[in-house]
């Protein structure tokens, strides 16, 4: 990469997820703007900022939600932007939601294995009438889901139907659904909400076990700092659509910018703070 | 074709728009404040009219005008006791088990009118009867004339009354969201039913306007809700300006489409028209892409 | 048959069913075997055919709408399509019986492939009120095309052209075991695929499509194929229509008979197979019980789908529901602690 962003990683290796100069726009308000964000290999990085500061836009981004009106999006070196979601799920990049969207009729166990999907290619007619390969594949999927479900601790609802669940558990399954594929970069939209407190810590330890055991790659978008500060190595602060600050937890937490920002200050303020002179292009 | 033809065929097809923008401005209004697609409407509209004229009317010798104000009171309260009973329960039920309601009191409506009425198709001559108005030596029915004026009245009171009264800004409220409407302490399902009894309303009047020109019978609400919902299409679903547009645009389509495909097909100038309009431009002529929310 | 008996229950099993059910499904085909035996008037067991029939063309409906949740209003097309097909091409150009079928319902899958295709581009409302003009057109030209389709007085297909099998004739007894072994082959199908991996991505779009999208699941691909599904149950229902009545006519293929149908799947539940096939009973054999008070069965369908959407919102099919519940073994509930499990030996 030739752009020298900072970072700790070696530079010569592939990011898992780039975006370079990501923009986009509803209606004339720009949600994103100018946006560049590098994720390496097992690496865990924290996207804050206030409401409205653009970070699920980003990660609908990313996902293939829409797409960026200008920008490139770079998934393991391949560029993604304008490719439909499941194309981009299939590649290996997987995401949660910031409202909990399960498919509310299907059991827990369904759901999970509907995100297995990237690794069956059998096809309509094989997987109706239960081709050798299909039945193979159908075996390989349940496996995985029970498992995940398992590593989660919900294995014991697999046959519930997921609209029965409490919320917290929802977001559980929710978390295997993404998992169970073993993508190599996942985007959490808030996945501690709704969780009690000693859970949350508990996620940020399986979370740090995954990036270790799987080598995946993490971007969690998270309002509780705590599990942001604990356990990223790196956190990115959006407001207004544009990167305000990015560096370790340490840094942030005195960045004067960010403060700016989370207490609230006008656009036009930040220009004045003595640390802001990447807010000035913003005057 | 003479210049007078055509001026003929103008004005009926601009009398016919007015009458499918009263149907399609039900519906939308339906759309957009109950959230269903009003399957019953055409029925509906074809219930007003057999009470006002077979009932009333032929029926009982009222006058005209007095026969229309009754049924236009007894369509409002079909829709008020509809909404009150089987849509306040709906509300939360997918948008098919709606449609199947309304369907379902189509269907109610349409044998209704059967067993109460028979089968036999009625004429009906209008308000105005057969009476022509010559302007610079061209004839125009008196009729056509008195369907575009009160739609035109109807369309600028309505206006009016959403922008400037209470009322209208409430009803416009409950469009964007009932469930903050009703936390804001607007008793949602009252006006939900006033809303619907309206549309009704509207339906009631438009059906007064086609039946000179088409026969009156049971399967009139069909073709009529056919021709609403393609004028909803063609404006862009849910817009009310869109409406009135399409409205007037299906109206003259139709005129035209009928001198080229012939009369047997004039029903289906509607459908292909909606077909049309959906493969090229899913958004129609006014109305706005939605954004999908995550 | 030691042998045999886990290999059924393995493929019970696969289609998905408690063995309970299985059962009883079973025991029921077992009756319906029976019961030409006991009605000897051909008019009733005509219309336990037709019901039958209807079944069908509902299962499929039920794909597109109850399970994929791609609303249809103009199932009757396809139905039509494949009555139509047949008759046409068997009766006008005198084509050999089984290639009519194949290409009728071809005919039909090919135009649920264009409502497919539709469908991934338009929405809720809009695929709607497509779908009913679609109907509408579909009827339109059914009746006014007389060089084609007979117009109004439909077409006939006299005694001697009716297809022999085995050569046995097709009285409405044989047709009853013909319709009763294509409703059960169908319905088995259904449940194979409803619990197939296509099946789950089906729901999965039905219950949140764009999620169902971001999850890897090929969204225009699956709303395809279930409108596919649905259009081929519906091409087959028509021919089995055309063969037991023997007379297609475009009254039979209406928007009000689209809407029969919707009514079925309604009735019975949406998403619920076997409801689709008590909702298509329901609607089918109800007006014959009712034959006193004719005049008013339409009123009172109308009624009773109200009724129902009101009390019984997920349909007749909680019914089934009930009795696989009652059937299931009581699961052992874990007390839920909430927490995560990393294995130890890491």
């Known amino acids: ?178 998992l169970v594929s073993q993508p190599s970069c996942v985007l959490l939209d808030e996945p501690a909400a709704g969780l009690r407190g000693e859970l949350v810590l508990q996620l940020g330890e399986f979370l740090r076990w995954l990036l270790k055991e799987r080598g995946t790659s993490f971007l969690v978008i998270e309002h509780r700092i705590q599990l942001v500060m604990q356990f990223c190595s790196r956190v990115i602060v959006l407001n207004y659509g544009e990167k305000i600050a990015e560096g370790s937890p340490e840094q942030i937490r005195t960045n004067e910018a960010v403060i700016a920002a989370y207490l609230g200050r006008r656009r036009g303020e930040y220009g004045r703070s003595p640390n802001g002179s990447v807010l000035a292009r913003d005057l | 074709m003479s210049v007078g033809y055509a001026v003929q065929i103008l004005v009926s097809s601009l009398a016919f728009g007015g009458v499918y923008t009263l149907v399609a401005l039900g519906i939308v209004f339906i759309w957009r ?97 057969r009476r022509m108005l010559w302007i610079g030596g061209v004839g125009i029915l008196a009729e056509h004339v008195l369907a575009f004026g009160v739609t035109a009245g109807l369309l600028l009171v309505m206006g009016l009354v959403l922008r400037y009264t209470m009322v209208g800004k409430i009803v416009r409220a409950l469009a964007y969201s009932p469930e903050v409407g009703g936390l804001m302490g607007i008793p949602v399902p009252r006006y939900l039913a006033g809303a619907f009894a309206f549309a009704i309303v509207l339906a009631g009047i438009a059906g007064m306007f086609i039946v000179p020109v088409t026969f009156l019978d049971f399967t009139l609400g069909d073709a009529i809700g056919y021709k609403g919902f393609a004028a909803v299409v063609v404006g862009g679903f849910g817009s009310i300006p869109g409406a009135i547009l399409g409205g007037y645009v299906v109206g003259l389509m139709e005129g035209l489409g009928t001198l080229v495909v012939g009369s047997h097909y004039r029903d289906a100038v509607a459908a292909a028209l909606i077909v049309v309009v959906l493969l090229a431009r899913p958004s129609g002529l006014l109305g706005a892409g939605e954004e999908e929310r995550l | 048959m030691r042998k045999l008996w ?88 005198s084509a050999p019986w089984v290639a009519s079928v194949g290409t009728a319902v071809l005919a039909a899958g090919i135009m649920g492939a264009a409502l497919g295709w539709i469908s991934n581009r338009l929405r809720g409302p809009y695929l709607a009120i497509t779908t009913l003009a679609m109907n509408l057109i579909f009827y339109l030209v059914a009746s006014h095309e007389v060089w084609l389709t007979g117009g109004p007085m439909g077409i006939r297909i006299p005694r001697l052209n009716v297809p022999r099998l085995f050569g046995v004739e097709l009285d409405v007894r044989v047709v009853y075991y013909v319709v009763l072994v294509a409703l059960v082959a169908l319905f088995l199908l259904g449940r194979l695929i409803y619990h197939s991996k296509v099946g789950r991505a089906f729901r999965a779009v039905r219950d949140d499509e764009t999620v169902a999208s971001l999850m890897g699941v090929n969204t225009v691909r699956t709303k395809m194929w279930a409108c596919v599904i649905c259009s081929f149950y519906g091409g087959v229902g028509g021919v089995l229509y055309l063969l037991t009545f023997r007379f297609v006519a475009p009254s039979e293929f209406t928007a009000l008979q689209s809407f029969r149908y919707l009514a079925m799947i309604t009735i ?73 499990r990393l294995p130890r030996a890491s």
């Open chain 1, 1 to 178: 990469m030739d752009r020298g962003i900072p970072s700790s990683q070696s530079q010569l290796e592939t990011p898992v997820l780039e975006l370079q100069g990501v923009t986009k726009s509803f209606g004339g308000i720009l949600a994103v703007k100018g946006l560049d964000i590098v994720l390496h290999p097992a690496e865990m990085v924290g996207l804050i900022g206030p409401n409205g500061s653009g970070k699920t836009v980003t990660v609908n981004l990313c996902t293939g939600v829409y797409p960026p009106d200008s920008g490139l999006i770079r998934f393991r070196g391949v560029p993604i932007h304008g490719k439909p979601p499941w194309e981009i799920n299939r590649m290996g990049l997987s995401r949660t939601f910031q409202t909990i969207r399960l498919w509310g009729r299907m059991t827990v166990l369904e759901n999970v294995m509907v995100g297995y999907v990237r690794f069956m290619g059998s096809s309509f007619l094989g997987s109706v009438v239960r081709a050798p390969l299909a039945r193979r594949e159908e075996a390989k999927a349940r496996q995985a889901a029970l498992d995940t479900l398992e590593l989660v601790g919900m294995a014991a609802f697999a046959h519930k139907p997921a609209e029965d669940l409490s919320l917290g558990q929802q977001r559980l399954v929710e978390l295997a659904r993404a």
């Open chain 2, 33 to 129: 404040t109950v959230n269903v697609l009003n399957f019953a409407h055409g029925h509906l509209l074809t219930l007003g009219v057999y009470l006002a004229v077979v009932w009333l009317l032929r029926g009982y010798g009222w006058p005209i005008w007095a026969s229309t104000c009754a049924s236009l009171a007894i369509l409002a309260l079909v829709g008020i006791v509809f909404s009150r009973t089987v849509f306040e329960r709906l509300r939360a039920q997918p948008m098919l088990s709606k449609v199947v309601a309304t369907m379902g009191l189509g269907l109610i409506i349409v044998n209704a009118i059967v067993l109460a009425f028979g089968p036999r198709p009625h004429a009906f001559t209008g308000f105005l009867g």
């Open chain 3, 6 to 93: 886990p290999r059924l229950v393995r493929v019970q099993s696969l289609a998905g069913a408690t063995f309970g059910l299985a059962m009883g499904g079973v025991v029921l085909v077992a009756l319906g075997c029976l019961v030409p035996f006991w009605i000897h008037v051909d008019y009733y067991l005509r219309v336990l055919v037709y019901a039958m029939v209807n079944s069908v063309i509902a299962l499929g409906l039920n794909f597109a709408v109850g399970v994929t949740g791609q609303i249809n209003l103009g199932q009757a097309v396809f139905v039509g399509l494949g009555a139509y097909g047949s008759a046409i091409l068997t009766q006008k150009l």
């Open chain 3, 268 to 340: 019975g539940g949406l998403g619920n197979l076997s409801g689709s096939i008590l909702g298509a009973f329901f609607v089918t054999t109800v007006p014959e019980f009712l034959r006193v008070v004719q005049g008013y069965w339409d009123v009172i369908l109308g009624s009773s789908i109200l009724l129902i959407l009101l009390l019984f919102p997920k349909g007749l099919g909680f019914v089934r529901d009930y009795l696989s519940q009652l059937v299931r073994k009581k699961e052992v509930e874990e007390r839920w602690t909430g927490e995560f």
